[in-house]
T-cell receptor, first 113, second 112 residues
Framework: SQKIEQNSEALNIQEGKTATLTCNYT??????LQWYRQDPGRGPVFLLL?????KEKRKERLKVTFDTTLKQSLFHITASQPADSATYLC????????????FGQGTTLQVKP | DADVTQTPRNRITKTGKRIMLECSQT?????MYWYRQDPGLGLRLIYY???????NKGEISDGYSVSRQAQAKFSLSLESAIPNQTALYFC???????????FGPGTRLLVL
């Protein structure tokens, strides 16, 4: 069965450092992968989308890589700030243009000042 | 005003009761989705709709039903609530490309 895994343990880092979050998947061949941010008590908010033929995508302090051979995406936040503290979800989409996403369980990031 | 709204935001109900969660959107999107979120399990798709006449089951549709009253409104019903339906429920929308989803603020449901 299709499976997406994100680090279930919270990631604690110091302000100014780079945070790296991992998303691994099995038994799936996604057309694209997305990253969302979720704050407590709120709905997820879209951050970045990367397609299967793209290796890397950047947006301001965010960088996403996508390795379809390793079946892995890495999400980086450079120069992290306490305001970056949240849960980050990865989501995979198939090739059928249904818009259906399969979400990972999320990784909580805590940036300490 | 928020683009995707959900009512109620919090609901406590008893086992066996029928309840309805409502979602409205002002984004003009055709596609709408209902998810539930449980600790450690992530978001799971319950139902999705591509337009008023097109409704599809998701991963975990048993015990739920939906109604797409208009392009802007998509309701989720629990026909006979049970305690393991206690969860956080999210509505989401997307345009026809279906790539980016926009989520509502969620409804926290407790079934006693």
């Amino acid at each position: 069965s299709q499976k997406i895994e994100q680090n279930s343990e919270a990631l604690n880092i110091q302000e100014g450092k780079t945070a790296t979050l991992t998303c691994n998947y099995t038994n799936y061949s996604p057309a694209y992968l997305q990253w969302y941010r979720q704050d407590p008590g709120r709905g997820p908010v879209f951050l970045l989308l990367i397609r299967e033929n793209e290796k890397e995508k950047r947006k301001e302090r965010l960088k996403v890589t996508f390795d379809t051979t390793l079946k892995q995406s890495l999400f980086h936040i450079t120069a992290s700030q306490p305001a970056d503290s949240a849960t980050y979800l990865c989501a995979l989409a198939g090739r059928s243009n249904t818009g259906k996403l399969i979400f990972g369980q999320g990784t909580t990031l805590q940036v300490k000042p | 005003d928020a683009d995707v709204t959900q009512t109620p935001r919090n609901r406590i109900t008893k086992t066996g009761k029928r309840i309805m969660l409502e979602c409205s959107q002002t984004k003009g999107h055709d596609r709408m989705y209902w998810y539930r979120q449980d600790p450690g399990l992530g978001l799971r798709l319950i139902y999705y709709s591509f337009d008023v006449k097109d409704i599809n089951k998701g991963e975990i549709s048993d015990g739920y039903s939906v109604s797409r009253q208009a392009q802007a409104k998509f309701s989720l019903s629990l026909e006979s609530a049970i305690p393991n339906q206690t969860a956080l429920y999210f509505c989401a929308t997307s345009d026809l490309a279906g790539e980016t989803q926009y989520f509502g603020p969620g409804t926290r449901l407790l079934v006693l």
